[in-house]
């Protein structure tokens, strides 16, 4: 298992788990680009948005909600946040395991590159 978030939704490498249920976990991203920057992730190994099957499409949703009930508890709800999931090496994807970012805390810039 060489997958860091796959240890880390095994409870193999330590991180303070912020929100977790069945199907996600989220905890804070170790290189923030902003004050208030998480990840969400699937528990289970999902390599990027583009392996995601049709059936599997709901998680995509419940990850969502998930950052909405992350971004109330983390106080960025009101003046407003990012949701971003990369999808591979151009698009900037480092680890190779589905997952979004939760960005805020400050003005964000309009550009995404």
């Not at 949701?83 to 997952?99: A, D, R």
Request: proline fraction near 5%.
């Amino acid at each position: 298992m060489d997958c860091i978030f796959c240890q880390i939704a095994a409870g193999r490498v330590p991180t303070e788990i912020l929100y977790q249920d069945e199907e996600v976990i989220a905890f804070r991203d170790i290189n923030p680009q902003a004050p208030v920057h998480l990840l969400i992730i699937p528990r289970r190994h999902i390599p990027s948005l583009a392996h995601l099957s049709e059936g599997e499409s709901s998680l995509i949703g419940h990850m969502a909600s998930a950052a909405n009930r992350l971004a109330k508890s983390e106080g960025v709800s009101e003046k407003g946040y990012r949701l971003t999931v990369n999808c591979g090496e151009w698009g900037g994807q480092l680890v190779p395991h589905l997952h979004m970012h939760l960005i805020g805390g400050r003005k964000l810039s309009g550009k995404l590159g």
